[in-house]
């Protein structure tokens, strides 16, 4: 799976849980979640059960803390599926 086929997705997993619809347009790899999306950390903990569902990896909690952003997310997404 390639860069933008991941971002495509991860804009899917994230849609339910933004509240800046506006930001979410523009969405790109330097699309901060809690400060452009203004999504909660709790949210974010249930983005990375879905991403976890969705590719079928499991993220370990220092993985989980880094995924602030697109670019950090697609960066450990990507890793996780290189270990399989």
Not at 9 to 21: A, R, S
Not at 26 to 48: G, H, K, P, R, W
Request: glycine letters at 0%; charged letters at 30%.
């Amino acid at each position: 799976m390639n860069n933008d086929q991941l971002l495509t997705e991860l804009k899917k997993i994230v849609k339910p849980y933004t509240k800046n619809d506006e930001a979410f347009e523009n969405f790109t790899e330097e699309t901060n979640f809690i400060t452009d999306l203004n999504i909660n950390s709790a949210n974010l903990v249930d983005i990375v059960l879905d991403v976890e569902e969705a590719f079928d990896v499991i993220i370990d909690n220092e993985s989980m803390e880094k995924m602030v952003n697109a670019k950090a997310a697609l960066s450990i997404i990507q890793s996780k599926l290189d270990e399989k």
